[in-house]
């Protein structure tokens, strides 16, 4: 079974709202996904490096 790895739309607009909800900064919203997707990497995985 192929497992599937995308967040739809609404998925993503409700992790938004909630991450705000917890006090987050569009700043931090914006990291926060980024590290999701794979984007950005955690910084002790590159300091394992």
Do not use: P
């Amino acid at each position: 079974m192929e497992v599937l790895k995308a967040m739809t739309a609404n998925e993503i607009l409700n992790l938004i709202d909630w991450l705000r909800a917890q006090g987050f900064d569009n700043n931090k919203v914006v990291e926060c996904i980024e590290a999701v997707e794979g984007k950005k990497r955690n910084k002790a995985e590159t300091e394992e490096e």
